[in-house]
């Protein structure tokens, strides 16, 4: 079985080390083609157009930036549809929206083609180490045939519905994670400006019922002023918008997420959108 | 070294049976007598004032529940302060105010009596195992003197600075606490609207960078619709306020401790101040 894989980036290009350590022959594309190089050198084979990588694969991964990369990587000229055929597989890592999660389903429906949204949470971190929790929407045969593709990378796999499920699941944990920062940050600005010492706050808050994953990994990262991307303040911002959208398309009011989303989208203006998610602080401490 | 205990609620009777098994003699006074009772027969001995207990006394702590609560149990006729004298020390385990605990330690100080605050985290568990995590301003010698006893009841004990410190840090724990528990709420709310299935939504998103204590916690019990409190919804809001006023008196805008603050002030109006902090979710679903 052939792997095709588009976006080779941070995330990309460790999936694509874990398949080809697996066994798997893996044909690559990527948007800037001197990012995809380094994996051509250990076995990778570079293909010119997504329609190419889609002719030469039987199941096809991208992992891009925005839904309007995923929309262009699939549906322009040269894009994957150009090269499917029927039997094939499409798999969209992108945390991207569930209406274009649907949308690709039914275009690949028309000819044949099945097609998985499967977001993915972890970082960096995650897809180097294979770690990564992959949320799946779509059906249950086609997620069968590509589990063993996507355990290479993962430590949680699971199937959470129809297409778009896997977009749904992923914005759930994002406006799970919108409330452990706001948070986080927040009670870092309070304790500063009450004259507390953060590590011992960070420490002993961390004992106990306010406990976060937020706390522990960022909030010595902030103390020691390391604001270094694990996670990119732009794509934070992407992702709420999505969830926002949909909370509004489904008559859902989240007024926290809503101004999580709105603190993120005033520390992208003001120039931090290439920073980590715990660059927020900037917004008190500068 | 006789101990004074002044309220006998959930949390104050579990922390004076762990006095009590110290080996400590334990005076104890409750508004409501008949809640004090049983610890009589485990061996505390009733007092019928705080004066009384203050008199009979060399430490005296108090947990109570509101800032006026504790206001009335040292300032008003019979209350604590009628009978301190010299060498005697308090200490305030009340959520309340830094600027009560600092009027605490300033009217302590003139009659030569030492003053901490105290406050704790870790709940009605917390307080029965010993495990509780106080967070204590004052004197650095006056804590030195208490610590055998607060370690009686507590797993994490640390000195922040002087008076109101602990106050300050508790603030700061609930915080990130509202945080935590408006994220799960509205990632419960956006996941039951998408159709997810809300068991293995919990379940994925705690394996990942969402990962926190309300979520592992309150996740299971909002799911089995089981309300019962952990932590009151009138004293979230009653320490949220608390906090934003904090907040002002220090010029720091914190948007979304705000937003929390709003949702469960909404949330007591409509009847649920005596239910856990997890029926949040009911401004949702009903």
Do not use: C
Not at 23 to 47: I, Q
Not at 115 to 144: C, F, H, I, R, W
Request: net charge negative; no cysteine.
């Amino acid at each position: 079985m052939k792997i095709g894989f588009i976006g080779t980036g941070v995330m990309g290009s460790s999936m694509v080390r874990h398949l080809l350590k697996a066994g798997y022959e893996v044909n690559v594309y990527n948007r800037t083609k001197s990012k995809a190089m380094p994996l051509t050198e250990e076995g990778a084979v570079w293909k010119n157009t997504p329609a190419e990588i889609a002719k030469t694969s039987d199941v096809i991964l991208t992992i891009v930036g925005y839904p309007i990369d995923v929309e262009k990587v699939y549906f322009e000229e040269d894009g994957v549809f150009e090269g499917l055929s029927e039997g094939k597989t499409i798999i969209d890592m992108t945390t991207s929206t569930p209406a274009l999660a649907e949308q690709l389903a039914k275009e690949a429906e028309k000819i044949g083609v099945a097609a998985l949204d499967a977001p993915v949470s972890g970082g960096d971190l995650g897809a180097k180490n294979g770690t990564l929790t992959v949320m799946v929407g779509g059906e249950q045969a086609a997620y069968e045939k590509v589990q063993p593709i996507l355990d290479t990378f993962s430590s949680e796999l699971r199937l959470f519905g129809p297409a778009g499920s896997g977009q749904h699941t992923k914005m759930a944990n994002q406006i799970m994670v919108a409330g452990t920062m706001t948070g986080l940050i927040e009670m870092l600005a309070y304790a500063k400006k009450a004259g507390l010492d953060l590590e011992e706050v960070v420490k002993t808050v961390n004992g106990g019922a306010a406990r976060n994953w937020s706390l522990e990994n960022y909030g010595p990262r902030i103390i020691k002023e390391d604001y270094s991307p694990g996670f990119f303040v732009k794509h934070f911002v992407k992702d709420l918008k999505i969830a926002l959208d949909e909370a509004e398309k489904m008559e859902l009011n989240l007024p926290a997420t809503t101004q999580a989303y709105e603190l993120y989208k005033n520390l992208e203006s003001v120039g931090y959108g290439d920073e980590g998610t715990q660059s927020l602080i900037k917004l008190w401490w500068d």
